[in-house]
């Protein structure tokens, strides 16, 4: 009786070491599987490996900085620029801008002259002017006659603005601080300026269509991903809340935009403008197309009966009584290759058709491709409403339009579906 206790003993013992060792391997198993991603259902691309820190030493490694330009009169009124990344918001009320000069630069002695600047925001197109502004110094030209920019005179203060540039905002001096290398000139902000196509409909200004220019490390950056919203994306953290805007998140611009394309049925009233529209069929036609044969014509449409129109009569287009407008991407037979090689066509039309709605995708617009190529009802329907002439055939429709944020791209990342090399 004694062995068999003993015996029993050592079994439990062992049961118990095994348990024990299950446990830590499923914990172990638990913590190298953690997803990298917070608690949310968005999805990041992080850095989990290399997150140990270097010490870099005192810099002022703020990124990206401001590249902004400001406009100054000398003594004699001869309109000035510089560039400058040393500036920020400084107060709320009053609304002031705060920029850093050094006393070496043609603008400090503009500025202490006349107590005014401008900060000048330049868009992309800008860049080079840009460059050269805070390259080259006022004390050796009048870089407005270089740059072939038009200097006027604020409405509010006695300093220049620049014409071309799409955001202009008038300071008075109200505060100066000697920092060291720099002082720092507190401007109280008098007016601001922006050009009218750059305004939304409630008075905000389109940053994608904007395309500010950044600084950093000696390089000049452009507008990237829409991350998330203001007010929204917190409620992540939040228990049963769940933010309305929560995009997939990559750090190359294009493949966040392919990962985030999704098909749009649900649409806000807010009209698409026609430079807009205009430049989506600009995209399409940047297409790949065999032979460069170009085989493509593109209807845009915006009036609100015909969306209608084809919304009743095509199966599967009801979003377009949502949508502002379409795009009708079709294919012109008189430029289409000749033979067994004619349906080209339809594969140029088709990639001509994946860049407008990646490109509408970028620009934060939704779109939703709908079949009409080769059903030939479906052919003969939308000929008929857009009075589209014989040589030509629609391939499909693409409502375009602003999204209500209810419809969300889909993971379709399949390992199974690749090869490499055979079957």
């Known amino acids: 009786m004694k062995n068999k206790a003993s015996l029993l003993n050592i079994v439990l013992a062992a049961v118990i070491v095994v348990l024990v060792f299950q446990l830590n391997n499923a914990d172990h198993q638990q913590v190298q599987t953690k997803p990298t991603t917070n608690s949310s259902s968005q999805s990041f691309v992080i850095d989990s490996v290399n997150s140990i820190k270097k010490s870099v030493g005192p810099k002022g490694l703020i990124m990206p900085k401001p590249a902004l330009v400001i406009g100054s009169y000398s003594d004699e009124g001869e309109p000035d620029i510089m560039t400058a990344a040393w500036a920020g918001i ?224 095509l199966p599967y287009a009801k979003m377009l009584k949502q949508a502002t407008s379409a795009i009708a991407v079709c294919g ?11 349906d080209y066509w339809v594969q140029d039309c088709s990639a001509a058709t994946h860049n407008i709605l990646l490109g509408a995708e970028s620009m934060g617009l939704g779109a939703v491709w709908t079949g009409v190529f080769p059903r030939a009802e479906r052919v003969n329907t939308v000929k008929n409403i857009l009075q589209l002439p014989e040589h030509i055939t629609p391939l499909n429709v693409i409502a375009v339009g602003y999204p209500t944020g209810e419809d969300q791209p889909k993971d379709k990342w399949k390992p199974e579906n690749v090869h490499m090399n055979k079957w």
Not at 332 to 342: F, N, V, W
């Open 332 to 342: 012109d037979r008189t430029k289409a290759l000749d033979g067994e090689l004619r």
């Open 90 to 313: 400084a107060n709320s009320d009053p609304i002031s801008i705060a920029v850093s000069i050094r006393p070496s630069r043609k603008t400090y002695e503009n500025i202490m002259a006349t107590g005014s600047f401008t900060i000048n925001v330049p868009s992309a197109r800008y860049v080079a002017e840009t460059d050269y502004a805070g390259t080259f110094s006022g004390h050796d030209e009048n870089k407005f006659e270089k740059l072939n920019l038009t200097p006027v005179k604020g409405d509010f203060v006695n300093a220049p603005y620049i014409e071309e540039f799409p955001i202009v905002i008038e300071c008075e001096v109200s505060e100066m601080i000697d920092l060291g290398s720099h002082r720092q000139f507190i401007g109280k902000v008098m007016d601001t300026k922006v050009n009218q196509n750059l305004l939304d409909k409630d008075g905000h200004v389109d940053i994608s269509a904007l395309q500010p220019v950044a600084y950093s490390e000696g390089a000049y950056f452009g507008y990237g991903q829409h991350l998330a919203n203001a007010g929204d994306i917190y409620k992540q953290f939040v228990p049963n809340a769940t933010p309305n805007f929560q995009p997939i998140i990559h750090p190359n611009p294009t493949l966040s935009t392919i990962y985030n394309r999704k098909s749009v049925r649900h649409y806000t009233n807010q009209p698409v403008a026609e430079e807009k529209l205009t430049e989506l069929v600009k995209a399409g036609m940047a297409a790949p197309t065999a032979v460069n044969k170009q085989p493509w014509a593109f209807m845009i449409v915006t009036d609100r009966a015909l969306l209608d129109q084809l919304a009743d009569s």
